[in-house]
């Protein structure tokens, strides 16, 4: 009721502005002395005129807009629907004289240029006018209840007064809750140094945040440049945690929409934010061309990289998401997770292990999917070097069960999952890796499905991986263990890397394996460093880093592809192309079988010999002794 009322009375107060701004015009325009036949059609063009007025401002969207919170595109809505009216008015103007002799009436439809014009100006300043004395006498009792509760408003230095700056700005002081109270900007610009952004202060550079947050009192600093490099938010994260001055961010620029800024979201600096990459950029067109009103089918749907494919997948409206999984759990929650985001989306959640041959055929033959998407898979390196059959059934004979279905009940397009241990391997995780890859590359050669692999590197935070691990050890006091000081690895978000993965699908014509740009590889220690940092302690005082020695399967360096791959560049500057040669199809199953046998007796080192024998580059990484590390 509250809400009907108050949207009755802006609606009456705008009626009662266009109609004197009609009447105003009229008497400015006869100098307050308006004639008697000007008076007579006055009263007559005020309805229709208004009426007009007033649905063209429906029709442009300036009824919906908050008086509390006008702007400048609300302001270009208002003035785009009264400048329509005005020059309706005057084509009416000079349409209307010839037909008066045929019809003497249409006359008193007939307005002077001058009222005309001065309506349209009158009207815009009436409308704007009064939605922004609406908003300086909100934003006035805002400023009255900040310095009310000034005691609890947070200080805090926004570091860039860009157009993310701006907006941040403009919504802390609507937003007195927020508990932030703005000392002011930094930014490198040094045109903006000196000015002010919405009544703050650009104080200087960034360079001397922790000297300028110690002189004017600020006690925390927020981000506010949605574009920036990471290795900017690296440099000022980390020199205001070494000062000890907590750092948070701001969403990034996607997620500003329509001028609006949700700083409800503001979160503490991550250790994504610091690893030195750029936005992942997608061809979003062909994305959506290869999805959009497909059924498609993610293997591993309950995974870190499964799940988010699914989230990804979900964003350009498949006809039908199918989610297999094995773990009850996992397939649980993303499935309740999705079905809360997409309500209309048709969502089928699938308990199957990808070995299980049959199950697995009664879901291809009651789905019946046309995009596949296969991350089912062990992953955890010496896990797998203890457990070398099973590598090998989930690994490889999941992945063959997959694709023969996708080869037999005609498949558009089967993407992988793969991973850089698979090149020139030295675990069994990244031997069965290769040797699914080899799999699905020579089966493409006989198929019409498009088979691609997809290959890329770590991914931040995915279960089990050294993210969680570090911040658990940290939580418990440490120590934090890194296996040796010159362990080096490519990291990528798991968003970024689904991204990608997305975008390789919808590019492959069938054979190849896509290579994602991982960056440049970053030094595990220093990864532990950054992290205990940003917990707020200090590495080697509050936090003792240990070096405990490589694990089984492990190198040093992780590669992403091999000579003779010739990597080539594709469309797409974060996605390469490397053509392998296939081995020679006719070997490919009977080597299969026969590496399936020893799996099932269970011979790790017979595992291993059948692996080599497929893929001639595995080298099993050897202890100092001469011993095999998964001896």
Avoid at 329 to 344: D, G, K, T, V
Avoid at 441 to 458: A, C, D, E, I
Avoid at 518 to 528: H, N, S, T, Y
Wanted: net charge neutral; aromatic share 6%; with cysteine.
């Amino acid at each position: 009721m509250q809400k009907f009322i108050a949207r009755a009375s802006q609606a009456t107060i705008d009626v009662a502005l266009l109609a004197g701004a009609l009447g105003l015009a009229f008497l400015l325009r006869f100098d307050w002395r308006i004639p008697p036949q000007m008076v007579e059609r006055l009263a007559v063009s005020i309805p229709w005129v208004v009426s007009v007025q007033y649905g063209l401002l429906t029709l442009f969207g300036a009824r919906r807009f908050s008086w509390r919170f006008i702007g400048l595109h609300e302001a270009i809505r208002i003035a785009a629907a009264l400048a329509t009216v005005v020059a309706a008015l005057l084509a009416l103007r000079f349409v209307v004289p010839e037909l008066q002799n045929d019809v003497p009436l249409v006359g008193h439809f007939l307005l002077p240029i001058g009222v005309i014009a001065l309506d349209g100006m009158l009207a815009f300043f009436g409308l704007a006018g009064v939605r922004a004395g609406r908003r300086l006498l909100g934003e006035r009792a805002n400023r009255l209840a900040v310095q009310r509760g000034a005691d609890s408003q947070v200080p805090t230095m926004l570091i860039g007064a860009g157009m993310a700056g701006g907006l941040v700005a403009r919504e802390i002081a609507r937003r007195p809750d927020l508990g932030i109270r703005p000392i002011g900007f930094l930014d490198d610009d040094k045109v903006k140094q000196g000015e002010e952004v919405h009544g703050i202060k650009v104080l200087g550079p960034t360079d001397r945040v922790a000297e300028l947050c110690t002189s004017y009192g600020a006690k925390q600093v927020l981000i506010t440049i949605a574009s920036a490099p990471r290795k900017e938010i690296r440099r000022i994260a980390l020199q205001c945690e070494e000062s000890g001055i907590p750092t948070k961010i701001i969403p990034g620029l996607f997620e500003i929409v329509g001028g609006q800024v949700n700083l409800s979201r503001i979160r503490s600096v991550e250790i994504e934010d610091l690893l030195g990459r750029e936005p992942v950029q997608l061809d979003t067109e062909a994305i959506a061309e290869d999805l959009k009103d497909s059924v498609v089918l993610v293997t591993g749907a309950g995974g870190s990289i499964g799940s988010e494919l699914c989230r990804q997948i979900a964003r350009f409206r498949p006809k039908t998401l199918l989610l297999v999984e094995q773990a009850e759990n996992a397939l649980f929650n993303i499935h309740r997770e999705l079905a809360a985001s997409y309500p209309r989306l048709p969502l089928n959640p699938l308990i199957a292990d990808v070995c299980d041959a049959a199950r697995m055929k009664a879901l291809f033959d009651a789905h019946r999917p046309q995009v596949v998407f296969h991350a089912a898979a062990h992953k955890h390196v010496p896990m797998m070097e203890w457990n070398p059959g099973e590598a090998v059934k989930n690994n490889v004979v999941g992945t063959r069960t997959v694709a023969d279905l996708s080869h037999a009940f005609g498949v558009r397009q089967f993407v992988m999952i793969s991973t850089d241990k698979a090149v020139n391997p030295t675990s069994v995780m990244g031997a069965t890796k290769r040797v699914a890859e080899i799999y699905v590359q020579g089966l493409s050669g006989h198929s019409r499905t498009r088979f691609v692999t997809v290959r890329f590197g770590n991914v931040l935070g995915s279960a089990g991986s050294v993210i969680p691990i570090f911040q658990e050890q940290i939580a418990k006091g440490g120590p934090v263990t890194v296996t040796d000081p010159e362990m080096r690895r490519y990291f990528m978000t798991i968003p970024e890397a689904c991204q990608l993965v997305l975008q390789a699908g919808s590019m492959g014509e069938g054979g190849e394996i896509f290579v994602l740009d991982m960056g440049e590889p970053v030094k595990i220690v220093d990864l532990a460093r950054d992290l205990i940092t940003l917990s707020g302690l200090k590495p080697g005082e509050d936090i003792e880093i240990e070096f405990t020695g490589i694990r089984p399967g492990e190198k040093l360096f992780e590669e992403l592809s091999v000579a003779e791959e010739e990597a080539t560049k594709t469309k797409h500057p974060k996605v390469y192309v490397g053509r392998v040669r296939p081995i020679e199809w006719s070997r490919v199953p009977p080597a299969l079988e026969a590496l399936l046998r020893v799996a099932d007796e269970g011979s790790p080192e017979a595992i291993r010999a059948h692996l080599r024998a497929l893929v001639p580059e595995y080298e099993p990484v050897l202890l100092e002794d001469g011993r095999r590390a998964s001896a």
